[in-house]
């Protein structure tokens, strides 16, 4: 899909939430491409909490300011999720010890709300290492186009839910695709087989069962479900959007593989690719039982500095793609210095866990500077548990990564997950999860 397209798309939302005068039709400006016109900003400062006092210690970041910064990303930028969702099951549907080629277990589970029928749930496809008794740390992600696609393996059942059409522009919602042009669509971001031989387990799962990614898929997904309203809900400017949903449906795997045996829940990292990048993020810094967080090629709303102008805009996506954040977060659209946070502060959430961002050269949709510049920026926070980010002021060379509890890598080529990625990803965690 050519993001492009959303470059005029009118900010629908902007006039709703009055936080300001602002246009109720703010007209989104083009996308900046150039460095030199990218804007000077200061950064709000994650160690200062919101009346001036500083943020002096681990302590005074654990009790106090990370508590103060989820509420402000919750009220501003991602909304609020539910506090209570009922009893959560799980069904566990297949095992079979012999799935790629004798190399790896595989399971498929089906969580479900016992009070929500009408939420058919999420099905997780997991493969573990063949390691005896050994728990397997295990990358946890979800995907774009169903689990039959993560796979090359022809028995894994095809999703019958809402599926989107990536070969049309703009894209198209539509009902599921036929078996065959699907199957293994996306084996190339998850490599099954590569993370088995490397010793860790893949949790994934496709993120439409959690809700459909259109601006009514709420109706049909968890926010519908979970709504005392239901479809006749009208949602307040801070309640959760899609990406909220789907981050909610990433800490319920976790919940489930903190129950399967098998697994070390204390080894689980949370990993997402562009709008799912962004859900990562959202999801390891919310939950801390994901010891680590992995967020690729993330962009606006993810790792991407909102202040620096250059690729897409808050402007830019609440446009396109309102269904993904808190109405509110639309009201900062060409006024990004009035919002309370940044997404540096999203990243240092994470601390003192490790995170590792990723970029790639030529995504320029995503700003990779500005991806670069929120790893480092979260730094400060990291070094208040004695731990170093990025020391490094410049990105490194293409092919190359940084860091330390903050890793950085920057990839040649365009917007994906690759099996480079994958590489730097596999380091990082064997890094931080020695034995
Ligand atoms: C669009 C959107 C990005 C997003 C991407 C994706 O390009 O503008 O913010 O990351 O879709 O998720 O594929």
């Known amino acids: 899909m050519d993001p492009r397209q959303y470059l005029a798309a009118p900010v629908l939302l902007a006039g709703l939430f009055s936080l300001a005068p602002i246009p109720s039709r703010a007209v989104a400006p083009p996308a900046n491409f150039e460095e030199a016109l990218a804007g000077t900003y200061t950064l709000p400062d994650p160690l200062t909490m919101q009346d001036g006092s500083p943020v002096k210690t681990a302590a005074d970041w654990t009790t106090k300011r990370r508590?103060?910064?989820?509420?402000?990303?919750?009220?501003?930028?991602?909304?609020?999720?539910?506090?209570?969702?009922?009893?959560l099951q799980f069904e566990v549907l297949e095992v079979l010890e012999n799935a790629l080629d004798?190399?790896?277990?595989?399971?498929?589970?089906?969580?479900?709300?016992?009070?929500?029928?009408?939420?058919?749930?999420?099905?997780?496809?997991l493969y573990l290492p063949k390691t005896g008794n050994k728990k397997v740390p295990c990358f946890v992600g979800l995907n774009f186009n169903g689990n039959h696609a993560a796979t090359v393996e022809a028995d894994v059942p095809i999703s019958t839910n809402w599926?989107?059409?990536?070969?049309?522009?703009?894209?198209?919602?539509?009902?599921?695709?036929?078996?065959?042009?699907?199957?293994?669509?996306?084996?190339?971001?998850?490599?099954?087989?590569?993370?088995?031989?490397?010793?860790?387990?893949?949790?994934?799962?496709?993120?439409?069962?959690?809700?459909?990614?259109?601006?009514g898929g709420w109706k049909v997904g968890i926010r519908g479900a979970l709504s005392p309203q239901g479809v006749a809900t009208e949602w307040k400017a801070n309640e959760w959007g899609g990406i909220?949903?789907?981050?909610?449906?990433?800490?319920?795997?976790?919940?489930?593989?903190?129950?399967?045996?098998?697994?070390?829940?204390?080894?689980?990292?949370?990993?997402?690719?562009?709008?799912?990048?962004?859900t990562a993020l959202w999801a390891g810094a919310r939950d801390e039982r994901f010891s680590i967080v992995l967020a690729n090629d993330?962009?606006?709303?993810?790792?991407?500095?909102?202040?620096?102008?250059?690729?897409?805009?808050?402007?830019?996506?609440?446009?396109?793609?309102?269904?993904?954040?808190?109405?509110?977060?639309?009201?900062?659209?060409?006024?990004?210095?009035?919002?309370?946070?940044?997404?540096?502060?999203?990243?240092?959430?994470?601390?003192?866990?490790?995170?590792?961002?990723g970029s790639a050269v030529e995504d320029r949709w995503a700003d990779p500077l500005g991806e670069f510049l929120s790893a480092k920026n979260a730094g400060a926070v990291y070094q208040l548990f004695g731990k170093k980010g990025l020391e490094s002021e410049l990105q490194p060379a293409v092919g190359e990564s940084i860091g330390n509890s903050i890793g950085y890598h920057l990839r040649a080529g365009k917007h994906d997950l690759t099996e480079e990625d994958w590489g730097q990803y596999i380091k990082f965690c064997a890094r931080h999860w020695p034995g």
């Open 67 to 87: 508590p103060e910064l989820l509420e402000l990303f919750e009220e501003h930028v991602y909304g609020h999720p539910p506090a209570l969702w009922g009893t």
């Open 244 to 278: 909220g949903a789907w981050a909610w449906g990433l800490s319920r795997i976790l919940d489930y593989l903190e129950s399967d045996p098998a697994v070390d829940a204390q080894k689980c990292a949370v990993i997402g690719h562009s709008r799912l990048g962004k």
């Open 102 to 125: 004798g190399k790896a277990t595989r399971k498929r589970v089906r969580i479900f709300l016992k009070e929500h029928p009408e939420w058919t749930g999420i099905e997780v496809l």
């Open 163 to 215: 599926m989107r059409d990536t070969q049309a522009n703009p894209p198209r919602n539509k009902p599921p695709q036929s078996p065959d042009t699907t199957r293994g669509s996306e084996h190339s971001r998850w490599l099954p087989e590569k993370l088995i031989a490397a010793g860790f387990g893949l949790a994934t799962a496709y993120y439409g069962d959690i809700e459909p990614d259109y601006a």
């Open 298 to 357: 993330s962009g606006e709303g993810g790792a991407a500095l909102m202040r620096r102008n250059y690729g897409e805009t808050v402007a830019i996506i609440t446009g396109a793609f309102p269904h993904w954040f808190a109405g509110r977060w639309s009201s900062y659209a060409n006024r990004e210095t009035e919002c309370p946070v940044d997404q540096h502060e999203l990243v240092a959430l994470v601390a003192p866990r490790p995170v590792a961002v």
